[in-house]
């Protein structure tokens, strides 16, 4: 996975304890607790994946193994598209 840095300026000193805190709380870094706060502001824990709502309404029709074996799923992640 490629990584990126990223700089936030200007963030408020309540700001920053809070994070500092609940860091803590969580027994992580400062830097962990950041990725984990804009992880689940990006991947919302309740989304639904295109791939298993496909998988979910093909149970529902009670497509065969065979039927299903012709669905191979890419389970790789998504790349943004670059211009």
């Given at each position: ?52 709502l ?18 191979e799923?890419d ?9």
């Open positions: 996975m490629e990584t990126r840095a990223v700089t936030i300026r200007n963030v408020p000193e309540e700001i920053h304890r809070a994070i500092r805190v609940r860091a803590a709380q969580h027994g992580r870094t400062l830097q962990a607790e950041m990725l984990d706060i804009l992880g689940q502001a990006v991947k919302p824990e309740g989304r639904v994946k295109l791939g298993d496909l998988e979910s309404i093909g149970r529902k029709v009670k497509l065969t193994d065979e039927e299903a074996a012709g669905f799923r389970r790789s992640s998504a790349r943004a598209t670059r211009f």
